[in-house]
């Protein structure tokens, strides 16, 4: 869009300069014409020129004259936009490394995070580990209760028997006497 604008603006200046140009043209050849000619006896020359290229130059010179001022504005707008993008990109920029800055901290924030997941996993684990020991002890210690209940329970069967079995003999040797 630029390089348009600028061609532009080139071509406006060129056909400014041009019609400027020929208007020189003709002023010079009159000049040199109206100095090479005698004051005394000959007239002055002069270059005609027809009234409708004149108007027609006249108009191009216009023209070319208008078309230079609206290039120009439009150089101004985009001037103006262009500081003013300059501007809003300066605003991102600012925007931008405030949010690296805080993309930077949230990423160390997740690396605390992690680690303390990580020592959190460890510690889980030997947690794990320790009720599995305190499981399987309490497994020895199920099974153990259970030997010892059968162990008291035939230790007291034993002993009532035994009861039993003495009482009868002394109640044999009582009677035997």
């Known amino acids: 869009m630029r390089n348009v604008k600028y061609t532009s603006m080139r071509l406006n200046l060129k056909l400014l300069l041009s019609g400027l140009l020929c208007l020189l043209v003709l002023c010079c050849s009159s000049l ?3 100095s090479s000619s005698t004051a ?4 002055e020359e002069t270059i005609t020129v027809p009234l409708k ?3 027609k130059l006249k108009t191009n010179l216009i023209e070319a004259d208008a078309s230079i001022k609206s290039s120009n504005l439009s150089l101004n707008e985009a001037q103006a936009l262009t500081v003013k993008q300059a501007t809003e990109l300066q605003e991102l920029k600012i925007i931008n490394e405030e949010r ?4 930077i ?5 997740n690396k605390k995070q992690g680690e303390e997941l990580a020592k959190a996993s460890e510690v889980i684990t030997e947690q794990a ?3 599995e020991t305190a499981s399987v002890s309490l497994n020895e210690l199920k099974t153990e209760l259970k ?3 059968r162990t008291e329970q035939r230790l007291r069967r034993q002993r009532d028997t035994w009861a039993i079995s003495n009482a009868a003999l002394f109640l044999a040797g009582a009677l035997r006497r």
């Not at 005394?40 to 007239?43: A, P």
């Not at 901290?105 to 924030?109: E, G, T, Y």
């Open 105 to 109: 901290a949230l990423k160390d924030i």
């Open 100 to 103: 690296e800055k805080d993309l």
């Open 40 to 43: 005394t006896s000959q007239q």
């Open 53 to 55: 290229d004149w108007n």
């Open 129 to 131: 580990n320790s009720l």
């Open 32 to 34: 040199v014409h109206a």
């Open 147 to 149: 030997n010892n209940r």
